[in-house]
């Protein structure tokens, strides 16, 4: 089984940007679709978005055209690449490993231990 290590959050200013990254072990990587998900205090997780393992991507309404994601299965890591932060993107992101392409946490068949974002105003 898939084991995901997040790193790469931490606290910025409004516009501002981050790069998370999510280490992978196992050698099945590449066959994963990966991608992110996020919570902020009070509210459910939700998804950011996912990459399969050819490379296609599919991105949340609220993060396209700020967010993207990558993945160097070489490496065994999937990236996201968040520009234009905005204090409504202060959550706990986590990554998340699953057999199919995903919008939803149901079919996730490994998370990461979340790493905190924190946008300031």
């Known amino acids: 089984q898939v084991q995901l290590v997040e790193s790469g959050g931490g606290l910025v200013q409004a516009g501002g940007s981050l790069r998370l990254s999510c280490a992978a072990s196992?050698?099945?990587?590449?066959?994963?679709?990966m991608g992110w998900f996020r919570q902020a205090p009070g509210k459910e997780r939700e998804f950011v978005a996912n990459i399969r393992g050819g490379g296609s991507t599919l991105y949340a309404d609220s993060v396209q055209d700020r967010f993207s994601i990558s993945r160097d299965n070489a490496k065994n890591t999937v990236y996201l690449q968040m520009n234009s932060l905005k204090p409504e993107d202060t959550a706990v992101y986590y990554c998340?490993?699953?057999?199919?392409?995903?919008?939803?946490?149901?079919?996730?068949?490994?998370w990461g231990q979340g790493t905190q974002v924190t946008v300031s105003s």
């Open positions: 196992g050698r099945t990587f590449s066959s994963y679709a």
């Open positions: 998340a490993a699953a057999d199919y392409a995903f919008r939803t946490p149901t079919n996730i068949k490994q």
